[in-house]
């Protein structure tokens, strides 16, 4: 939610949805993703398929018949992969901050976990061998949890 100031009186809560997209294809691809992910579109989808099947005898099953469907499909599939990667990395942006804002708000929660889709290869594996390790000497998960908490407070 946000706050919009007004001098007239209290600040106006708005939900995020109500506020207005920063671009075009953002608000495009959040739509056709919309669309396209619903049974309505796979139903249309089929329609089309059949229907081009069906007049397959009346175009004598020609190469031009063909080159129709695949030509068709190959530039919605062109098009469908680079709508669905922006939507999917909006959407990946956004739980990685929803994790953040957790892991941020946790006491015993290292903040370094925090941006950890940032990290390199060297401090994941680094952070991998230190849970296995926590794992293998048979900790609970919480008491695994602080135990990792207090060794990154020493360090």
Same mark, same amino acid.
């Given at each position: 939610?946000?706050?919009?100031?007004?001098?007239?009186?209290?600040?106006?809560?708005?939900?995020?949805?109500?506020?207005?997209?920063?671009?075009?294809?953002?608000?495009?691809?959040?739509?056709?993703?919309? @669309?396209?992910? &619903?049974?309505?579109?796979?139903?249309?989808?089929?329609?089309?398929?059949?229907?081009?099947?069906?007049?397959?005898?009346?175009?004598?099953?020609?190469?031009?018949?063909?080159?129709?469907?695949?030509?068709? &499909?190959?530039?919605?599939?062109?098009?469908?992969?680079?709508?669905?990667?922006?939507?999917?990395?909006?959407?990946?942006?956004?739980?990685?901050?929803?994790?953040?804002?957790?892991?941020? @708000?946790?006491?015993?929660?290292?903040?370094?976990?925090?941006?950890?889709?940032?990290?390199?290869?060297?401090?994941?594996?680094?952070?991998?061998?230190?849970?296995?390790?926590?794992?293998?000497?048979?900790?609970?998960?919480?008491?695994?949890?602080? &135990?990792?908490?207090?060794?990154?407070?020493? &360090?």
């Amino acid at each position: 939610m946000r706050r919009v100031a007004d001098a007239a009186g209290p600040p106006e809560v708005h939900l995020v949805s109500d506020v207005p997209r920063e671009s075009w294809f953002r608000a495009l691809s959040c739509k056709v993703a919309n @669309a396209t992910g &619903t049974h309505w579109a796979f139903l249309a989808a089929l329609a089309v398929i059949v229907g081009w099947a069906v007049t397959g005898p009346l175009f004598h099953f020609s190469d031009t018949w063909q080159l129709v469907i695949n030509t068709g &499909t190959t530039v919605v599939t062109f098009l469908m992969v680079f709508l669905i990667q922006a939507t999917q990395n909006r959407d990946g942006k956004a739980l990685q901050l929803k994790l953040d804002e957790l892991i941020r @708000a946790q006491r015993s929660a290292r903040n370094i976990f925090a941006d950890l889709e940032n990290a390199t290869e060297e401090e994941l594996r680094d952070f991998e061998k230190e849970f296995k390790a926590l794992r293998a000497r048979g900790l609970s998960e919480k008491k695994a949890a602080r &135990t990792a908490a207090v060794r990154a407070t020493k &360090t």
